[in-house]
């Protein structure tokens, strides 16, 4: 299948939309633009020393390999899901724009996690996006590997994404990332709740594969460079101290108690399909 050669736009219209919240005077374009990605506000890293996911991952699975077929058979593992709450949980997944997207481990950090509950936590969530979601797109560029939606002529379950990424690259996932990424943090900064939030990283990438947007290998790929950007955050000076500062918000903010709609994302998680 011919495919055009754009931005990983899917991606990029979830930085552009949090640059408004993080970052002051972010980018205001739309991810259509082939220079969005370009024109997107700093995070911490300068982009001569983000890590390249072209040097550090093997080529996608080629068609008609062993590793497609693996590919393929994780797809239909968990085709039962559409129409379930896990579904719907996968669809709330897809959204990366803020303030949506900061409250996704609230839940299983035990912290409420919002611009007004804990400002600088919120704020580092969103900068790193950017550090983590450009170093994917050396390969996103490289290999603009078609998604399985694409390939299989099925819907996803976010639509107003559909459109975008039918001419996006699918490897790796960007997604898969940043929920990653901020799981390794969130781990860091609460770590008596570090098995649920790696556990809720782990669930936010496989919420692609559930949405039928990327194959199991973009979602592997995905967290291997989320790990190398956090590893590579440690060293700058800026972020290390704003997770400092994250830190200490988040035992003045304490702990807060269950909700129901914690209730009903564990339950979507735990279903079976």
């Known amino acids: 299948m011919r495919r055009s050669h754009g931005a990983a736009a899917g991606l990029v219209a979830g930085l552009i939309a949090l640059a408004a919240w993080v970052v002051p005077g972010g980018a205001q374009e739309s991810a259509a633009n082939p220079s969005a990605i370009a024109n997107l506000p700093p995070g911490y890293l300068a982009r001569e020393v983000l890590p390249n996911s072209l040097a550090l ?3 996608p ?3 008609g390999s062993e590793a497609m077929a693996r590919d393929e058979e994780a797809r239909d593992s968990v085709q039962a899901y559409r129409g379930t709450p896990r579904w719907t949980l996968a ?6 724009g803020f303030p949506h997207a ?3 481990f609230s839940c299983a950090a035990g912290i409420p996690i919002s611009r007004e509950a804990t400002p600088r936590l919120f704020g580092l969530l969103g900068k790193m996006l950017i550090d983590v979601g450009l170093s994917t797109y050396t390969a996103k560029t490289k290999y603009n590997r078609t998604r399985p939606f694409v390939v299989h002529e099925t819907a996803t379950c976010f639509p107003p994404d559909e459109a975008m990424l039918r001419n996006d690259g699918s490897y790796p996932s960007g997604h898969s990332a940043a929920g990653w990424g901020w799981a390794l943090v969130l781990a860091e900064l609460v770590p008596d709740r570090s098995d649920a939030i790696l556990q809720r990283g782990r669930d936010f990438g496989q919420s692609r594969l559930v949405c039928d947007v990327h194959w199991q290998s973009d979602i592997d790929a995905g967290r ?5 950007t956090v590893a590579r955050l440690h060293a700058d000076p800026g972020f290390r101290a704003d997770l400092d500062a994250a830190r200490r918000e ?3 903010v304490g702990s807060a108690p269950p909700t129901e709609a914690c209730a009903s994302e564990a339950a979507a998680l735990s ?3």
């Open 57 to 59: 991952l093997p080529p």
């Open 102 to 104: 900061a409250g996704t």
């Open 91 to 96: 669809a709330s997944d897809a959204d990366l």
């Open 224 to 228: 291997v460079i989320a790990s190398g």
């Open 271 to 273: 279903a079976l399909p």
């Open 61 to 63: 699975p080629a068609p």
């Open 250 to 252: 988040i035992a003045e």
